[in-house]
């Protein structure tokens, strides 16, 4: 089975603000995902293969990185970027990571 | 514009079972690309099992293995995945999702769930 590991677990950050989550993969992957997840709310696709922003997604979100390590940039926090932010992988069946809690 | 629409909450008894259905409405239904994810309260989403697109079989997550039955009529457009021998750990919200395909040029797939179910809560307790 391939893990998912993500860090911070949890970040707090001012309106405006550059935020960067790292996903480490337990192996080299390629079908990297990112999803936001409100309370109360289904999560939202907001990257696939590590960067391909989902259609409707606003542009200060962005993804990279290769391999093993991965990234989810939000550059200029918005008061509705709260949420969680969890990366998942499809490489081999789907494992997601364990979250990471964005506050402002 | 595709929805999956989920059936109502649900209160169980440890060792009961439960069934939730995922219905599609909006676009085309194919059962090899759902699958199911449930958040327990206060930790993340964890992949319970489903059809992934280009395998042939339906896979069930290890830890579910034994206890989770998936299944799909075509005919209705909806899925449905029932848990039995339910223990309070089992109190979640359970979520369906869609899984699409994208082929690069490559020929490499890229899969993501892209559309959601609102979720269905599901309380065990005596």
């Known amino acids: 089975d391939i893990q998912v590991t993500q860090s911070p677990s949890s970040l707090s950050a001012s309106v405006g603000d550059r935020v960067t989550i790292t996903c480490r993969a337990s192996?080299?992957?390629?079908?990297l995902n990112w999803y936001q997840h409100k309370p109360g709310k289904a999560p939202r696709l907001l990257l696939y293969?590590?960067?391909a922003l989902q259609t409707g997604v606003p542009s200060r979100f962005s993804g990279g990185g290769y391999g093993t390590d991965f990234t989810l940039t939000i550059d200029g926090l918005q008061p509705e970027d709260v949420a969680t932010y969890y990366c998942?992988?499809?490489?081999?069946?789907?494992?997601f990571g364990p979250g990471t809690k964005v506050d402002i | 514009q595709v929805q999956l629409v989920q059936s109502g909450a649900e209160v169980k008894k440890p060792g009961s079972s439960v069934k939730v259905s995922c219905k599609t409405s909006?676009?085309?239904?194919?059962?090899?690309?759902i699958v199911w994810v449930r958040q327990a309260p206060g930790q993340g989403l964890e992949w319970m099992g489903g059809?992934?697109?280009?395998?042939?079989?339906?896979h069930i997550a290890q830890k579910f293995q034994g206890r989770v039955t998936i299944t799909a009529n075509d005919s209705t457009s909806t899925a449905y995945i029932e848990l039995s021998s339910l223990k309070s750990e089992d109190t979640a919200v359970y979520y369906c999702a869609r899984v699409t395909t994208v082929t690069q040029p490559t020929g490499y797939n890229y899969f993501y769930m892209d559309v959601w179910g609102k979720g269905t809560t599901v309380i065990v307790s005596s």
């Open positions: 998942q992988q499809f490489d081999n069946l789907i494992t």
């Open positions: 192996q080299d992957i390629r079908n």
């Open positions: 909006g676009g085309t239904f194919s059962s090899q690309s």
């Open positions: 293969g590590a960067f």
């Open positions: 059809s992934i697109p280009i395998l042939t079989t339906k």
